[in-house]
């Protein structure tokens, strides 16, 4: 079964500049999340979407971030404009269902984005 | 909000040693509890979980017991191997939810 895949793995970019993410959860996989993971801290959450519905984005930045899951499988997340403090790694995952119980997430090798 | 702490900084110990990484939450309700393994160059994977008090959770040699009473989710093993540095994260999901809430993480790292 293959895992949840992202792209680009890499990528750098000047501050004020746009980028975009992409995630490809587990086939089947009702519920979709991005995390932010900055160096020397622990993954948090910035948005959680049940098929192509947004179940919680209180933590996403919203001023400067946007995410769409507009068909319910693959996902992107976008930064528009860019600061210095975006620099993290950004991590994808996925789970079977996200409600009622807990489902086990799977997580994808993430993207680490330096802005400069 | 629910949080999870763990202990600072990075552990070094030889093969063979014990190894224990602390870490205690702070939940409104009864949360599960997970340990995360995140291997050099490989994403995070779930490493163990506890859904109730008293649980133990265990895999590859790591156990971790859910105490409520302390709010601790201590991670043991008896004796590690170099195979087994890596980043460990504590986490915890409220219930009715399955939004991870992960701690700092601390670096493992094993001498031959």
């Known amino acids: 079964e293959a895992g949840v895949a992202q792209s680009p793995r890499y990528k750098i970019i000047e501050k004020r500049q746009s980028v975009a993410f992409w995630c490809n959860p587990i086939?089947?996989?009702?519920?979709l999340y991005w995390y932010q993971q900055i160096l020397g801290q622990g993954p948090k959450l910035l948005i959680q979407?049940?098929?192509?519905?947004?179940?919680?984005d209180s933590q996403l930045p919203k001023d400067r971030f946007s995410a769409e899951r507009l068909k319910g499988v693959d996902s992107t997340l976008k930064i528009q404009p860019a600061k210095l403090e975006d620099s993290a790694v950004y991590l994808c995952?996925?789970?079977?269902?996200?409600?009622?119980?807990?489902?086990?997430?799977?997580f994808g090798p993430g993207t680490r984005l330096t802005v400069t | 909000g629910d949080s999870v702490t763990q202990m600072e900084g990075p552990v070094t110990l030889s093969e063979e040693a014990f190894l224990t990484i602390n870490c205690t939450y702070t939940?409104?309700?009864?949360?599960?509890l997970f340990w995360y393994v995140q291997y050099p160059g490989e994403g995070l994977q779930l490493l163990l979980k506890?859904?109730?008090?008293?649980d133990k959770g265990s895999n590859k040699g790591f156990e971790a017991t859910y105490r409520k009473e302390t709010t601790s989710f201590h991670l043991e093993k008896g004796s590690v191997q170099v195979s087994d540095s890596a980043v460990y994260f504590c986490?915890?999901?409220?219930?009715?939810?399955?939004?991870?809430?992960f701690g700092k993480g601390n670096q493992v790292v094993v001498i031959p």
């Open positions: 995952a996925s789970s079977i269902s996200g409600q009622v119980r807990f489902y086990e997430q799977y």
């Open positions: 086939s089947g996989h009702a519920t």
């Open positions: 979407f049940q098929n192509n519905g947004v179940v919680d």
């Open positions: 939940a409104t309700g009864y949360p599960s």
């Open positions: 506890a859904t109730k008090a008293d």
């Open positions: 986490a915890l999901s409220e219930s009715g939810n399955n939004r991870l809430a």
